[in-house]
């Protein structure tokens, strides 16, 4: 989003202040954003909505969880062929043990 919120003072300050970078996609490139949008629609259904959080604390270690254990391991990637990064990575792994 290119909003007047986003490239406003206050915004970059409240940047600078965490130590953080803005980034903000070309002018009418949608497709920018569309890799975050998919994830947080994925993150949101299978965290956020199923059930209620009790504190901050147990909502953030649910996240991490998913994040580790499921999404980044066992989400099937088109740029793996279809596999999970752990079935890339053991084929990989016994093609250079096979090659050694």
């Not at 299978?46 to 009790?54: G, I, P, T, Y």
Request: charged share 25%.
């Amino acid at each position: 989003d290119r909003g007047s919120q986003f490239r406003s003072r206050k915004q970059a300050r409240a940047l600078h202040r965490h130590g953080l970078v803005g980034s903000m996609g070309r002018v009418g490139a949608a497709g920018d954003n569309a890799a975050m949008e998919s994830f947080f629609a994925l993150l949101q259904k299978n965290v956020l909505n199923r059930r209620s959080w009790a504190t901050r604390q147990d909502l953030r270690i649910a996240i991490v969880t998913w994040i580790e254990r499921t999404y980044h391991r066992r989400r099937r990637q088109d740029r793996l062929g279809r596999l999970t990064p752990i079935e890339f990575e053991t084929i990989m792994n016994n093609n250079l043990a096979l090659a050694a």
